[in-house]
């Protein structure tokens, strides 16, 4: 009896949303009501410009969101031919990443039909660059491979089983070069994460380096490279995490999620 009891203690998450449902009961109304008042979210050409010698995006009239912005300066710094957005969403860091840097293919993957439709509905121009992706199945050879791979706001809400080290580890198979998230760091271990999948042979690339990469407007991305860069290494999650208000409930779960992963088989001869 007791041990039943132990039993249904036992912890398990799930992802922060239903995706299936997510545009419907909250993503739209959030880029309605969150970004779009404060932000410019879909950007014509000309309203956008990338400096080379600073690395910095700056926009004409109203500002863009400073993750948008560190992503497109990641993009115009690495200066990849090919990018891959997981978790699409509605489509406007690819279109405009597309908008900025006009040689650029993009292509886009979302688990919600719904996601990729009001992708669709903003961005016609993304038809037949965006699919339905499942990025914590099993890797697929139909998705793309791609220079640079990057996420905002994804990762950190996967929380289901092991799923967030499978999306990490799909996400460096898809990758010939980059992958950068943009993405709360008290919602995983994301350092801890990344560095434990590689030591432990499950990432595609044999050399990872990581790095911290901080937009001109300050926001922080994490950035995986198959090649040594000129960024600040990046060797704990604690350097990640220094100007965040700490959440207790966001890093427990992140910590209980890390103690899902099980590591340990050596390479044999
Ligand atoms: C918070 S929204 C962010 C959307 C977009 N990146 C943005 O910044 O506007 C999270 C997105 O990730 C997608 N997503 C969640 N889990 C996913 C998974 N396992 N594979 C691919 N996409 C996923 C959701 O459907 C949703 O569109």
Redesign the pocket.
């Known amino acids: 009896m007791f041990g039943q009891l132990f039993y249904k203690k036992r912890k398990f998450y799930d ?1 922060d949303f239903d ?1 299936d449902n ?1 545009t419907a009961d909250s ?1 739209h109304r959030r880029l309605k009501g969150d970004v779009e008042v404060e932000f410019r979210a879909i950007s014509k050409a000309g309203q956008l410009q990338f400096d080379a010698a600073t690395g910095a995006v700056t926009s004409q009239g109203q500002p863009i969101h400073p993750n948008q912005c560190m992503i497109l300066e990641a993009i115009g710094q690495l200066a990849p031919q090919t990018v891959h ?6 489509g ?2 690819l279109a405009n990443a597309a908008t900025l840097f006009p040689q650029l293919q993009v292509t886009g ?4 039909t719904s ?1 990729l439709d009001l992708a669709l509905q903003r961005h016609p121009q993304l038809a037949g660059k965006i699919g339905v ?4 199945m099993p890797f697929s050879h139909h998705w793309p491979q791609v220079d640079l791979v990057y ?4 990762v950190m ?2 929380h289901t089983a092991v799923s967030h080290f499978v ?1 990490l580890a799909n996400m460096v198979r898809m990758a010939k070069k980059y992958v950068l998230l943009m993405e709360n760091p008290q919602c995983h271990n994301f350092v801890r994460d990344i560095i434990g999948l590689h030591d432990a042979g499950h990432f595609e690339w044999d050399d990872l380096h990581l790095y911290q990469f901080t937009g001109s407007t300050g926001a922080l991305g994490i950035l995986l490279s198959r090649e040594v860069l000129d960024f600040p290494p990046l060797t704990s999650d604690k350097q990640i995490r220094e100007n965040v208000k700490p959440s207790q409930r966001r890093l427990r779960r992140g910590d209980d999620d890390s103690a899902r992963a099980l590591f340990g088989f050596s390479k044999l001869g």
């Open positions: 992802d995706w997510y993503y957005e997981v978790g699409c969403g509605g406007d860091h993957g979302d688990r919600g996601q992706q499942d990025i914590t996420t905002q706001a994804v809400h996967i999306a």
